[in-house]
C-alpha cells in the first residue's frame, strides 16, 4: 500500500501557482520523497525529490514540513502542459531489487484551465 | 543520450495467448523495472532485472516473466493471458539496482486482451 495520501484532484487557473499537499505521516528518517507526474497515456515523469531541505529545480520546488510529516509540491506558473495525474511517492535511497521499487498510489489530478 | 523506448505501443491479444514486450533502457542505465497500469490505478511494481537477473518481484504470478540482454535492454513475457492482463505496462530505467534517485520511465505498451 501507498505510505501517502493525496486529495483525489484539484484545479488552478494558467499562469498562477499550482500547490499539490501530500501527507506522508509514518516516513522514516532514510526515505525520501519524491514527486512524479503522468500527462494521460504517457509514462510516469521524475519531477523532483528531497528529503528534508525544501529543493528547487526548472520544474518545480518542493517543500518539506520540518516534521517531515507533509509536504508540497509548487509549480509557480502552472501551463495547460502541466495537466497531468501528479504521484506523491516516499522511498529509501540506495535500496535495491524490490525495495528500490516506487509505491503509487491514485495521486492527484490537476487541471489547468485557461 | 537517448530515452527509454518500448515496443510495441499497441497490442491486442486472445485471452490464453502469450506475449512479449520490449523495453530499451536509458544510455549508461543497467536496471530494468517492469510496472503494470491498470486503468485509472497508479503503477504496479512487476519485477526489476538488473545484470541480468531478476532482482525483485512484486506481487505476480509466474507466468509474468523476464529476461535481460547484455546491453541492458529487457524483455516482460506474459503467458496464458487474461481479460486482467488488459492493462499499460511500464518499463524504468536506472542504475546500480535501482538505487539511484530517478527512474525514468518509457511511454508504455497499452496491452488489450480480448
Known amino acids: 500500500d501507498a505510505k501517502t495520501t493525496q486529495p483525489t484532484s484539484m484545479d488552478c487557473a494558467e499562469g498562477r501557482a499550482a500547490n499539490l499537499p501530500c501527507n506522508h505521516s509514518t516516513i522514516s528518517g532514510n526515505e525520501y520523497v519524491y514527486w512524479y507526474r503522468q500527462i494521460h497515456s504517457q509514462g510516469p515523469q521524475y519531477i523532483i525529490h528531497?528529503?528534508?531541505n525544501n529543493e528547487t529545480n526548472e520544474m518545480a520546488s518542493l517543500i518539506i514540513t520540518e516534521d517531515r510529516k507533509s509536504s508540497t509540491l509548487i509549480l509557480p506558473h502552472a501551463t495547460l502542459r502541466d495537466t497531468a495525474v501528479y504521484y506523491c511517492i516516499v522511498r529509501a535511497r540506495g535500496t535495491t531489487g524490490a525495495n528500490s521499487k516506487l509505491t503509487f498510489g491514485k495521486g492527484i489530478t490537476l487541471s489547468v484551465r485557461p | 543520450e537517448t530515452g527509454v523506448t518500448q515496443s510495441p505501443t499497441h497490442l491486442i491479444k486472445t485471452r490464453g495467448q502469450q506475449v512479449t514486450l520490449r523495453c530499451s533502457s536509458q544510455s549508461g542505465h543497467n536496471t530494468v523495472s517492469w510496472y503494470q497500469q491498470a486503468l485509472g490505478q497508479g503503477p504496479q511494481f512487476i519485477f526489476q532485472y538488473y545484470r541480468e537477473e531478476e532482482n525483485g518481484r512484486g506481487n505476480f504470478p509466474p507466468r509474468f516473466s523476464g529476461l535481460q540482454f547484455p546491453n541492458y535492454s529487457s524483455e516482460l513475457n506474459v503467458n496464458a493471458l487474461e481479460l486482467d492482463d488488459s492493462a499499460l505496462y511500464l518499463c524504468?530505467?536506472?542504475w546500480g539496482g535501482g538505487g539511484s534517485y530517478e527512474q525514468y520511465f518509457g511511454p508504455g505498451t497499452r496491452l488489450t486482451v480480448t
Open positions: 528531497g528529503l528534508k
Open positions: 524504468a530505467s536506472s
